[in-house]
């Protein structure tokens, strides 16, 4: 299993970037897919969870202007981020709770990470 991320890059504060993260592989289900963010010297934290039934959580610092979204059938997850902030640049992360096979366990696989600048 693969998940490869895109759409990151540099902005400026108040602009929006759509990140969008590819799934490929052997792929029996996928369950909760999630945003992650990181800065150096920091820890992962979560951006974003989508189930694979739509419900979504949210951290509280970025309530209100990020969207997280997925299309099963293509297997994509994106994350809307719009009102960007400084505090907003991090390494983003996407990753996928999956089953390769009916009889298999779950695993949570994560991208490479694409980097998202936000400049003041």
């Known amino acids: 299993v693969q998940l490869v991320e895109s759409g990151g890059g540099l902005v400026q504060a108040g602009g929006s970037l759509r990140l969008s993260c590819a799934a490929s592989?052997?792929?029996?289900?996928?369950?909760?897919m999630g945003w992650y963010r990181q800065v150096p010297g920091k820890q992962r934290e979560l951006v974003a969870v989508v189930s694979s039934g739509g419900s979504s959580n949210y951290a509280d610092s970025v309530k209100g202007r990020f969207t997280i979204a997925r299309d099963n059938a293509q297997k994509m997850l994106y994350l809307q981020m719009n009102s960007l902030k400084p505090e907003d640049t991090a390494v983003y992360y996407c990753?996928?709770?999956?089953?390769?096979?009916?009889?298999?366990?779950?695993?949570?696989?994560w991208g490479q990470g694409t980097q998202v600048t936000v400049s003041s």
């Open positions: 592989g052997i792929i029996f289900s996928i369950n909760d």
């Open positions: 990753n996928a709770d999956v089953q390769t096979t009916i009889r298999s366990f779950r695993v949570v696989y």
